[in-house]
């Protein structure tokens, strides 16, 4: 069930250039979250400058409380920057599904995480080693600046940068396409900006690959009320809260889609 | 304790404040957030005589204070609307408003008289007359006062019901399409719709939704709302509903105060699905505090000396 709740600001650090990590209190949403690709919608601003709230996936839940990894964008994701330990934030929340695993059938995931993308990658990341499921992970910036994770091939954790200050030199695309090739049976996950999601969507529609997208777009409820987050299906995967078959709500039938259920 | 009630035509609300046509859904969304029951009424999404997919993204864009919007009805169609949602409203013990939007005469009269044909418990219809009409070049029902009476007078004599027309603000004279509604036989008219608006993006030079005009709502609406209420009730005597910009319990008592009888909240159901209900505990106090009995001790008491 979702909830809206104000919670305590429990820490508020950065994590690379312009990405931030908050962690806020909010014991009632996360024990009702279900699983990575979820996200939660927090009031910013002071009164009603700023109407409409900001959605964040959820990128990890300890002891009651979420934590989002956060780019900083505009003037709502300044203000998120700005709050200190001990202030409230009001969330709602969980929103949305959860990326499913049953659609994996025993094959090898890639786990791809773009900007701040990475948010629901690397939650579902800590939930597969968890689990003992083996899989790869890939995650792109700029520069090593933007990276806050540590390039490890060995246990599968590959940094991408443009300017290979960090990990390998490219896009997401260059390491996907070799990882791809390397393993047999190769099942995709991704989040990221959308040209990122363009480039996998076009390699995995060529190769005949399967996957999942957690998609974003722009909001104004995150409830099912407004009709204003749609993307394009490519089949009728509409459920109870679309009402319509070419269009899908994100906040309530996504943000996971399979890749080949949506065009982008 | 102040007595709520107000009365718009026939119809007794338990309390002024309903929620908006297109910022509600079909009133179910939020069930886990909110009781329906406790509010005024229910507006239900426009609806027309075949579903619509509604317009491509982006539909929505923040602005100061506020939203554009372009959703472009997106709605189930009016078979459906028949099936689906009128047994659900049958269980509420609040009153439920369905809206109806078209783009010919014939089409607003076809919906309402679909839903006249099956018994249901819906209190009446706010028409949605800010729709281009094809028929007519596509200009707007709502910024002509003889289509605007044209279309009231069909759908008057096609229902008893609570026929209440809902106005934009998108015309030079609002006061004079809402004489015609009058006229043409509305219990009520209901004021304001969006405001027309657009976005650009000065790095890409594009707009930042898909049709480039748009409708503006919430708290940065507000005033135009209240003007159009009070130039609309200066000048008819049957109820307005006002709408535009409602945040808080004292947004109600300016409304009222300019002559809206009741009001509808809408933009601000988006950051609290819950918000009609809040606001609504913030007006009682407002009332409670202000020593006010019932609430024609507000509606048009407007103090003149400034
Ligand atoms: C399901 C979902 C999950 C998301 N998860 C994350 C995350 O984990 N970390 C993160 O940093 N960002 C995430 N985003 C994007 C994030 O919501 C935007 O970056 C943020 O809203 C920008 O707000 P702003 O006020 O800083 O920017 P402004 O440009 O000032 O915002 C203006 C308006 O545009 C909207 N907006 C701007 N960019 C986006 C965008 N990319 N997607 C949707 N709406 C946008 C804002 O919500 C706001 O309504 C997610 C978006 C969605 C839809
Ligand atoms: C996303 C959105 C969808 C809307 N859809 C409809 C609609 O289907 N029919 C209608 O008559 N008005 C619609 N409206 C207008 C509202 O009902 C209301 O008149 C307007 O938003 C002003 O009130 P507000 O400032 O409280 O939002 C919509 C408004 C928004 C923001």
Known sequence: MRRIESGKVLSNHKLAKGMYRMDISLPEISSEVQGPGQFISLTVGEGWQMPLRRPMSIASIENDSISIIYKIFGKGTVWLKERTSGEVIEAIGPLGNKFSLDKINGKEIILVGGGVGVAPILYLHDQLSKDNQDHLLIVGAVTAAEQFLEHSPKTGIHLTTDDGSVGEKGTVMTMLEILADKVENPYIIACGPEPMLAAIYKFTTEKGIEGQFAVESYMACGTGLCQGCVIETTKNISKEHTYHQKYSLVCSDGPVYDINAIRI | ?306
């Open chain 2, 1 to 306: 304790m102040t007595d709520l009630n107000t009365t718009i035509g026939s119809i007794e609300l338990k309390n002024p404040i309903l929620v908006a046509s297109g910022t509600f859904g079909y009133g179910e969304e939020c069930d886990e957030f909110s009781d329906v029951n406790q509010l005024g009424g229910i507006i239900t999404k426009s609806i027309t005589l075949h579903p619509r997919e509604g317009n491509p993204p982006p539909r929505i864009v923040e602005t100061a204070s506020g939203m554009l919007n372009s959703i472009g009805l997106a709605n189930i169609g009016v078979d459906r609307y028949i099936s689906d949602m009128l047994p659900k409203y049958d269980e509420l013990d609040t009153t439920v408003i369905m809206n109806i939007a078209g783009s010919s005469l014939t089409e607003y009269i076809n919906v309402l008289e679909a839903v006249e044909a099956v018994p249901n418990s819906l209190a009446g219809y706010e028409i949605n007359i800010s729709c281009p009409n094809v028929g007519e070049g596509g200009m707007e029902f709502g910024v002509d006062c003889d289509l605007t009476s044209q279309l009231t007078s069909e759908l008057r004599q096609r229902t008893d019901k609570l026929l209440v027309i809902k106005l934009s603000p998108n015309v030079t004279n609002i006061a004079a399409i809402a004489q015609s509604a009058e006229a043409a036989g509305a219990d009520a008219v209901s004021a304001i719709n969006t405001v027309v608006g657009m976005s650009i993006n000065p790095a890409t030079r594009k707009s930042n939704v898909y049709t480039k005009l748009c409708g503006l709502s919430g708290p940065a609406v507000k005033p135009v709302g209240v003007a159009a209420v009070y130039k609309i009730s200066q000048s008819v005597s049957i109820p307005v509903i006002g709408i535009g910009g409602i945040t808080k319990g004292e947004d109600v008592a300016e409304y009222l105060l300019a002559g809206a009888s009741a009001v509808q909240v809408g933009t601000a159901n988006f950051r609290d699905p819950a918000a009609g209900l809040q606001i609504l505990t913030e007006f009682h106090d407002f009332c409670d505090k202000n020593n006010i009995s019932d609430l024609t001790e507000l509606i048009g008491r407007l103090q003149n000396d400034t």
